[in-house]
């Protein structure tokens, strides 16, 4: 079983920015793709970004391109979200998630794990 835990959510200004990290209890060079979902308020969980096993290819929700940018280190077995130019519409809880599968997923229901999630607030 691997486990997640999300860390560097917060509040932040519009305008502003934020780093998640995610981190694997095992060695993420064991694990397959993994993404970032969020979950705004009154709403659907839905995907935002997504890396392969290697790191070496990305793809991202229309609502976050050019301002968030997902990576991995699997010599430390975490995953990153960078997000720059934060809007009040990005507030949401964001989730890590892994998949067994090497491809890319865009749906919840491609993963396998799931961490807890980390606020992120965007104020006006």
């Known amino acids: 079983q691997v486990q997640l835990v999300e860390s560097g959510g917060g509040l932040v200004q519009a305008g502003g920015s934020l780093r998640l990290s995610c981190a694997a209890s095992?060695?993420?060079?064991?694990?397959?793709?993994m993404g970032w979902f969020r979950r705004a308020p009154g709403k659907e969980r839905e995907f935002g970004a997504a890396?392969?096993?290697?790191?070496?290819?990305?793809h991202y929700a229309d609502s976050v391109k050019g301002r968030f940018t997902i990576s991995r280190d699997n010599a430390k077995n975490t995953v990153y979200l960078q997000m720059n130019s934060l809007k009040p519409e990005d507030t949401a809880v964001y989730y890590c998630?892994?998949?067994?599968?090497?491809?890319?997923?865009?749906?919840?229901?491609?993963?396998?794990?799931w961490g807890q999630g980390t606020q992120v607030t965007v104020s006006s």
């Open positions: 998630a892994a998949r067994r599968g090497y491809g890319i997923g865009v749906s919840t229901a491609d993963y396998d794990y």
């Open positions: 095992t060695p993420t060079a064991s694990i397959g793709a």
């Open positions: 890396v392969t096993w290697s790191g070496g290819s990305t």
